[in-house]
Structure formats: structure tokens, C-alpha cells
């Protein structure tokens, strides 16, 4: 069964659902805050702003990566710099060795038999020692061998020149016969073979080389040094050990790859070094072996200051690293920034237009209300007739 609606009834009902109709979007719009909430509202919009969006998503799924990328390179640069105050720390140990007494009392020496007639300013006499005459030394403490051809005129100064080349020194003792001793740094060393050669016809020759005497005290206090240097190189390995983040520890063998958009195709592979001890070329010392002499000393220094630039270097690598990796990550916050404006650009509805809407479409509607009542009243007077 259909009613029977008169023309004007029948306009005024059209009226009144297209206001309803608009009046319910206008409140759906307000409510959601989107003027484009399904493909049906905008098919262009919607699935621009949703591919906006699932982009978005995707890099600020990689933000926690980045993160942590960034928290793995920090804990590396602090592992570093505590590995270099280390290292300075058994550099300082090792100079101590150098400013502590000579661990040898007396040093390894070897005198010539008799006096020479000779002074420092010449040792050539023309009895002992004359010119052509030839002194070799063989190498002592790791020098260079001597071979001395003497002079018409050669002073002890001139002599010693030569001679500090293979460690040793010599002097003229109260009975003015020449005395070769090695010098501290090779203080632990016995001096090589001694070879006096009278090519020009002098007398001289030399005793036996006498070896270097331990002193007690002085090598007590140096295997206490050791002991303490080996304490320093134990912490620098369990601080490299100890220098991870999430189970990744550049300063331990481990590299790192980090990725920055949603392709994979942007990224950044940060290689780890091995920085234990053992990796920064330093091992540990023996008592007795080692810190004997300066020359023991300087050679630990030496092999602490290839460890130290070795850090130096890796540590501005891991700074330039870290700096690329937070320029990223603000980047790639920015991006996602823009990327969900964009996406708001496209479906969010203006809400002060909105709310204006609202109010004019229930104004219209009221409107429309009351339209639809006048043009019941020509119905409602035929009844009246009826009655």
C-alpha cells in the first residue's frame, strides 16, 4: 500500500532529507574531525593521505632503530674515552720506570788494562793509543755496533758521540784509564765484545767486560710497576668487553647497519674494531723480564702511543658515525612531520566551517519543518469538512 503524497508535500519531504543527509555528514565531520573518512567521501584523497601515511608509519618504525643505533655508537664513545684515560694511566706507569733509580748498581763496564797517557781533550797519546788504531764494540742493548778508527787528535767528547749509538759511555776514572759503561736506558744489557786493534802500533788493550748487578731495591720497586701496569691492561680489555648496547659492541669485533628509509635502500654500515688489550698491540708484563732499563720502558711507551692514536683515530670516526646518524634521525623526524600534514592537508575537515554548517542546516531543517506543516494544512482543512 502507497500513500499519496500531494506535490508540495512531496518537495518539502525531499528538502527535509537532503538537510538531514547533510546535516548528519556536517556531525560526522565534527565528530571524526576528517571531511574524508572512507573511500566513498574522496577516493583521490583517501588513498593518497593513506599511502602518506603508511609511509610515515613506516619511518617511525625505523626511528626505534635509529635510536639505538645511536645509543650503540654512544656506548662505543664511552668505552673510548675509558679505554684512553687507561691508557694514559699505564703510559704514566711506564714513566715512572724511566724516573725511577737505575736498576742496575753497577752497570755492565769494561776498563782499558793500563793508564793512558791521553787526556779528554785527546786521548791520543802516541804510546797507548795512536792514530789508525781501532776500537770495535759489538752491538749492545739492541745500539748499533761501534767501530771507532782514532784520529790524529780524538777527543772523549768525539768518542762518546759514536759510542751512543750502541748504548754506552765512557769516561776517564781517577787512574785516567778509559772506562766503557753502558748507558740507563740499556742499564740491564751486558756490553758486547770488546776488540782493540793496534794498527797504528799503540799499546792499549782491555780487560774483561764485567756484567750489570742487579739492585734489590731498585728492581722491587720496578716489579711493582709491573704489577700495576698489568692491573691497567686487565681493565682495558673487560672495558672494551663491557662497552656494548643491545648486544652490539663496536669496540668488540661487532659491526653495525643501520637503515634510514622504508626501501632499505638508504643505510649506513659502521664496522667495528677489536679494542681489547690484545687488539691495541699490548700484552701484559713479567716481573723480572720486563721495566728492566729505560730501554724496556721506552719500548712499552712506544707501543702506548700507537694504542693511544689507534683510539684518537677510531674515536673521530665514531664521532663523524654518530653525527651522520642523528642528522638522520631528525631527518627522518621532519619527514614523518611532513608526510602527516600532507596527509591532514588531504582528509582533515575545517571544524570552524563545519561547526557553521551545522548551525545552518539546523536552521534549514527547522525551516523545512515547519514548510512541510503548511503544506499538510490543505489536507488538514478537507479533514476539518469531513468532520
Not at 725511577?100 to 785527546?122: D, E, F, M, Q
Not at 570552524?352 to 545552518?360: L, V, Y
Amino acid at each position: 500500500m502507497s500513500v499519496v503524497l500531494s506535490a508540495s508535500v512531496r518537495q518539502n519531504l525531499l528538502s527535509l532529507q537532503s538537510t538531514a543527509e547533510l546535516l548528519a555528514t556536517t556531525q560526522n565531520r565534527l565528530s571524526t574531525g576528517k571531511k574524508v573518512n572512507t573511500a566513498l567521501d574522496n577516493p583521490t584523497n583517501f588513498f593518497t593521505a593513506q599511502g602518506l601515511d603508511n609511509r610515515a608509519n613506516d619511518i617511525s618504525n625505523l626511528l626505534d632503530g635509529i635510536g639505538n643505533g645511536v645509543q650503540v655508537l654512544q656506548a662505543a664513545n664511552t668505552g673510548i674515552t675509558s679505554l684512553q684515560k687507561l691508557v694514559d694511566t699505564a703510559k704514566s706507569i711506564a714513566n715512572q720506570v724511566l724516573q725511577a733509580p737505575t736498576g742496575y748498581a753497577p752497570k755492565s763496564t769494561v776498563s782499558s788494562a793500563a793508564a793512558l797517557g791521553g787526556t779528554s781533550a785527546n786521548l791520543v797519546d802516541n804510546v797507548t793509543i795512536k792514530a789508525t788504531d781501532v776500537l770495535d764494540i759489538a752491538a749492545t742493548g739492541g745500539g748499533t755496533a761501534t767501530h771507532i778508527v782514532f784520529g790524529a787528535s780524538e777527543s772523549l767528547a768525539q768518542l762518546n758521540a759514536t759510542l751512543a749509538a750502541n748504548n754506552l759511555t765512557a769516561s776517564l776514572d781517577n787512574a785516567n784509564k778509559l772506562v766503557i759503561t753502558t748507558t740507563n736506558d740499556a742499564a740491564s744489557s751486558t756490553i758486547g765484545a770488546v776488540t782493540y786493534t793496534n794498527t797504528g802500533g799503540g799499546t792499549a788493550s782491555f780487560g774483561a767486560v764485567a756484567p750489570p748487578v742487579a739492585d734489590v731495591a731498585s728492581q722491587t720497586i720496578r716489579s711493582n710497576l709491573v704489577s700495576q701496569y698489568n692491573n691497567v691492561i686487565t681493565q682495558i680489555t673487560t672495558t672494551a668487553q663491557d662497552a656494548s648496547f643491545n648486544g652490539i659492541n663496536l669496540l668488540n669485533g661487532d659491526d653495525l647497519k643501520l637503515i634510514f628509509n622504508e626501501t632499505g635502500k638508504s643505510t649506513l654500515n659502521i664496522p667495528g674494531v677489536t679494542y681489547s688489550a690484545t687488539g691495541l698491540g699490548l700484552t701484559t708484563l713479567v716481573a723480572g723480564t720486563n721495566f728492566l732499563d729505560n730501554n724496556s720502558a721506552n719500548a712499552v711507551i712506544a707501543k702506548l702511543s700507537t694504542a693511544s692514536d689507534a683510539l684518537r683515530t677510531e674515536a673521530s670516526s665514531l664521532g663523524s658515525n654518530l653525527s651522520i646518524v642523528q642528522i638522520r634521525q631528525d631527518f627522518s623526524k621532519n619527514l614523518i612531520n611532513v608526510l602527516q600534514t600532507g596527509s591532514s592537508n588531504l582528509t582533515l575537515a575545517d571544524t570552524n566551517e563545519e561547526a557553521a554548517n551545522s548551525q545552518a542546516l539546523s536552521t534549514r531543517q527547522s525551516i523545512a519543518v515547519s514548510a512541510l506543516a503548511l503544506a499538510n494544512q490543505s489536507q488538514a482543512s478537507v479533514l476539518q469538512l469531513l468532520r
